[in-house]
DNA sequence: GTCTATATACAGATAGAC
DNA sequence: GTCTATCTGTATATAGAC
């Protein structure tokens, strides 16, 4: 079995490897790579060349992989639509708001830092008019925030908490933590930081529900 | 004098028009028509075609009147700066903070809706890496936020209000006000509405002022 | 001052060699 | 299954006609 060189030297499939693992394997890294440069370029400025590049790979084999640009740019939407249905689980009136706000919060906050790039990439989207979101934002994910507005209606009805628009509150709460992933360049430049630690997300965490439940008539389980 | 036709058949002279006349409306609407198309598409993704065709005059007028995509680019990151700091008055610890706050929130509301395209523009930059506003960031606008946050931290020792830290609360408004601008696409699907009216507007600047304002324990003026 | 025509580079996509 | 060579369209930019 031969070993293939790219020009740029980097092996195509390393030795030992089966042709599904060397199949698997190169897809994995165009998609990190498209990821990467969809999510600083957007759909249009993105070329398929840079994400070769980065993949370490020819660029017609990232055609022969996935088949086109557009077809490549609709799996990486749907692969972070995925990793946010996955956190997603339902609420009742029951539960308790500051658990469920606080929660609602952190796993945010967790998908933008484990995935600030497919972060930027739904956000370059979305600041594009959502081409190709438009279904999803008009659809599924309407559904969904309009379910979760009348169960914190609900907790203000019952005295649980002020009685704020519930949509603002979400918007409030998605735009606050999206911020540290999409406006990275922005924050890193004036904090002066490198890059954001462990511990400064959790500061962060921390700061954005003591404001936010504070701010809507939320008190803390332990208070 | 002749009144020369485009291919499309728009006047790039119109009847009466001295030559600084023209030169000024042309490239209003250049700026115009510009300033949509970075917005959309970021500094690769746009074309000078669409820029023209946007504008409705011939590609090479754009070229003419602006020199070069880059240098229209840097001019309107420019004229976005201008008005960015054309709101940003000086603070002094004497300030009443629910006052002061309560302006800063509405400012930068005011500036979002007043120039949505503007402000996707500079969000579009920064989304990239912001390579051509590193310099801005890391100096006068790190400078103004330490400024502010300086002033926090005093209100705070003087119990006018809870000890936040003062730059994850610019952040935080700065990103829940631009969320209204920048990711319009997504606040009308979930709304379904097909723009946002002033008094929606209103409620929305009114809902954030009083969730951060009692977030951060700052009590309004009027209680 | 404005427009048409063109130069040159690079985009996405495909055919066919190996 | 992978890579080289190429097709076709469009990008920025410029030269020169009017």
Redesign the pocket.
């Known amino acids: 079995m031969t070993q293939?060189?790219?020009?740029s030297g980097r092996s195509?499939?390393e030795k030992g490897e089966t042709?599904g693992m060397?199949?698997e394997r190169?897809e994995r890294e165009i998609l990190a790579a498209a990821e990467r440069v969809f999510a600083r370029h957007g759909y249009r400025g993105?070329?398929?060349?840079?994400i070769a590049e980065q993949a370490g790979?020819?660029?017609?084999?990232v055609?022969?992989?996935m088949?086109?640009?557009?077809g490549l740019y609709v799996r990486l939407l749907e692969r972070m639509m995925e990793r946010w249905n996955a956190l997603l689980d339902d609420i009742s009136v029951e539960d308790d708001p500051a658990e469920v706000l606080e929660a609602f919060i952190r796993s945010k906050m967790q998908l933008s830092r484990r995935h600030p790039e497919g972060s930027r990439l739904f956000a370059a989207e979305i600041l594009g008019g959502a081409p190709f979101l438009q279904d999803y934002l008009r659809g599924g994910l309407r559904d969904w925030v309009q379910a979760r507005a009348r169960i914190f209606e609900q907790w203000a009805e019952r005295g649980l908490m002020d009685p704020v628009d519930p949509v603002w509150l979400i918007f409030l709460i998605w735009s606050a933590t999206q911020h540290y992933a999409d406006f990275e360049a922005q924050v890193l430049g004036i904090t002066g930081k490198e890059e954001l630690s462990d511990a400064d997300v959790e500061r962060i965490t921390a700061f954005l529900t003591q404001v936010i439940l504070k701010g809507c008539g939320v008190r803390p389980r332990e208070a």
Not at 4 to 7: A, L, V
Not at 46 to 50: G, K, R, V, Y
């Open positions: 293939w060189k790219t020009p195509v499939r042709n060397t199949r190169n993105a070329s398929l060349q840079d790979l020819p660029k017609s084999n055609l022969y992989y088949g086109s640009k557009r």
